[in-house]
Nanobody
Framework: QVQLVESGGGLVQAGGSLRLSCAAS????????MGWFRQAPGKEREFVAQ????????YYGDSVKGRFTISRDNTKNTVYLQMNSLKPEDTALYYC???????????????WGQGTQVTVSS
């Protein structure tokens, strides 16, 4: 089992920045690819970003490329999502997820956090 706890969400004005964190416990964190997904009310869950177990490769959804950065610190069992130039359409509940073969598809992830709310005002 892997337990994931997100933090860092909140209310921010358009153009602002937030940094989300996801702390992991349980099994060996560095075994897992990590991903961030988001879900807005009435919409399907959307892929945001993925980072490989080593941190050497990253992948982003088209809507966040150039604005968001995913990173991880395997010594702290934590993955981060730096979000810059935020837009109102970024408003959603943001989830982190862990999967041995995690990629841009939610079904490839085995463990999920409870989510942290990000609200961007115009």
């Amino acid at each position: 089992q892997v337990q994931l706890v997100e933090s860092g969400g909140g209310l921010v004005q358009a153009g602002g920045s937030l940094r989300l964190s996801c702390a992991a416990s349980g099994r060996t964190f560095s075994d897992y690819n990590m991903g961030w997904f988001r879900q807005a009310p009435g919409k399907e869950r959307e892929f945001v970003a993925q980072i490989s177990w080593s941190g050497h490769s990253t992948y982003y959804g088209d809507s966040v490329k150039g604005r968001f950065t995913i990173s991880r610190d395997n010594t702290k069992n934590t993955v981060y999502l730096q979000m810059n130039s935020l837009k109102p359409e970024d408003t959603a509940l943001y989830y982190c997820a862990a999967g041995l073969h995690g990629n841009n598809m939610a079904r490839r992830y085995d463990y999920w956090g409870q989510g942290t709310q990000v609200t961007v005002s115009s």
